[in-house]
């Protein structure tokens, strides 16, 4: 009796040279195949198209081979990255103040309305030294920052230099099963962290895209570069020989972008490996030719879509923040205010992360804006009952090393403001980009566990090894 042999269907033909395909390609089918479609056209294009020598292509091609390839790519990153952040950091300073100087003004105005308006003091408290201080504060030193940084932005984004970012920094996104243009709305969190949760839209995956809006929050916005540019100043630069003070606190301040980074990467694969598993789509991105920049719609984009659109959303969060701010600080409970009994009960808690119990809570009052933690924390040191502005880093510097700052504070504090939550307008885009305020929590709930696990276990090593 002879045996019947089956034959292979189509599909089960198809189906080996796939798994053929995989094997060969290092288990990489999608990679392989998008390889392989381009490779036709390519041979396609060849046979019907009569190309010429094209001296922009050539251009392009050089340009790339520089800006793309493994040694330099990553060092000319650096590089303009260190230069837009020099540029909006030195360029902020004269139009804040300028700001700062104009809105107080007009306070002192407010002032001189509600006393003639026969208003009581606590109105007055509430609306002008708290409400509108707080405003103040958020809207001088994040516009001009913004205003700076999103048009270089823009004008990167234009020049087509932002989608080699993202292909330099695919293989490291891909080695953590996240996305590539993951780098570009971590770029975007530079600026903002609310614009970077939002610019997520470009990534598909929607697990890819929970990752990218959860870990957004890691790298330093505008907001928190003021604090983070004081207290290197302060006590990393102050440390230094004259004149090399400014390159120090450069250097501390790089160092602080990098770690965040690093944890960017880190969270990124965790995430990957634990609640949201899954295999890293592939990144198909045709970078675009280099062009030179259409000005208008730079100034368009970078000031209407984005500084505008987040300086809303900044305000509107700040506004109560200042206001509650003012209450706590005026309502007294024997010889004490409510934040100076809070601070004394955060004071075992923020001692073990290396911080105070002021500390901490300007950063749970600075929950709206981080902008605001600073005049808070120097309200609460002074107990003044109201938001103060400094004339000098060495008024600041003062007032700190008697509140008993030291080398560790300043490294804790810092750490902290690296890592901890989102502001309010963060969380509220990744709610609104995300849909579910379990992932929101998450958003919230995982930088702050990193927040205090990474400062306490510096401040105890520092103090178990007697630096401290």
């Known amino acids: 009796m002879s045996a019947t042999v089956k034959p292979i269907s189509p599909l089960a033909e198809v189906c080996a040279e796939a798994e053929s395909i995989r094997l060969g390609s290092g288990g990489k089918l999608g990679d392989a195949i998008v390889a392989d479609i381009y490779a036709n056209a390519e041979s396609i294009v060849r046979k019907v198209v009569c190309q010429t020598s094209d001296a922009k292509s050539n251009w392009d091609a050089k340009l790339d081979d520089v800006l793309t390839s493994r040694l330099f790519g990553y060092p000319i990153m650096l590089a303009l990255l260190g230069l837009v952040f020099w540029i909006t950091i030195e360029g902020a300073n004269v139009p804040s103040g300028m700001i700062a100087d104009a809105l107080f003004a007009f306070q002192d105005q407010l002032s001189e309305w509600f006393a003639l308006a026969g208003a009581p003091e606590w109105l007055h408290g509430v609306l002008v030294l708290g409400l509108y201080r707080g405003l103040a504060w958020v809207v001088s030193v994040m516009l001009p920052p913004m205003a700076i940084f999103f048009p270089l932005f823009t004008l990167l984004e234009d020049f087509g230099y932002l989608p080699r970012v993202a292909f330099n920094l695919d293989h490291l996104f891909k080695a953590c099963k996240a996305c590539g243009k993951q780098a570009l709305t971590m770029c975007m969190g530079f600026g903002c962290n609310a614009a970077g949760v939002v610019s997520c839209r470009i990534i598909d995956s929607p697990r890819e895209r929970l990752i990218a809006i959860i870990t957004n929050n890691f790298v330093p916005c505008n907001g928190r570069f003021p604090t983070l540019i004081a207290v290197a100043t302060i006590f990393m630069g102050g440390a230094a020989a004259t004149g090399y003070d400014a390159l120090v606190a450069s250097g501390v301040i790089t160092s602080l972008v990098l770690i965040g980074i690093a944890v960017t990467f880190a969270v990124s694969w965790a995430l990957s490996h634990t609640i949201l598993k899954g295999e890293p789509s592939a990144l198909v991105l045709e970078l675009p030719p280099y062009r030179k920049p259409q000005i208008g719609a730079v100034i368009y984009r970078s000031i209407i879509d984005r500084t505008l659109f987040v300086l809303r959303r900044a305000v509107i969060m700040a506004a109560p923040a200042g206001a509650i701010t003012w209450i706590l600080g005026n309502i007294y409970i024997g010889d004490m205010s409510v934040i100076g009994h809070t601070a004394a009960w955060l004071q075992p808690l923020g001692y073990a992360v290396g911080l105070d119990g002021f500390i901490l809570l300007a950063f749970i009052l600075g929950l709206p804006a981080n902008e605001i933690v600073v005049p808070i924390l120097l309200m609460s040191y002074l107990s003044s009952g109201f938001m103060l502005e400094f004339d000098s ?68 090593a520092a103090r178990s090894l007697g630096f401290a």
């Open 393 to 460: 880093l060495e008024e600041l510097r003062a007032i700190l090393v008697n509140n008993g700052w030291t080398w560790l504070t300043a490294v804790c504090t810092m750490l902290f403001c690296l890592l901890h939550w989102p502001c309010t307008t963060s969380l509220l885009s990744a709610y609104k980009e995300s849909g579910s305020l379990k992932w929101t929590f998450a958003a919230f709930a995982i930088p702050t566990v990193i927040a205090f696990a990474v400062c306490f276990v510096v401040a105890q």
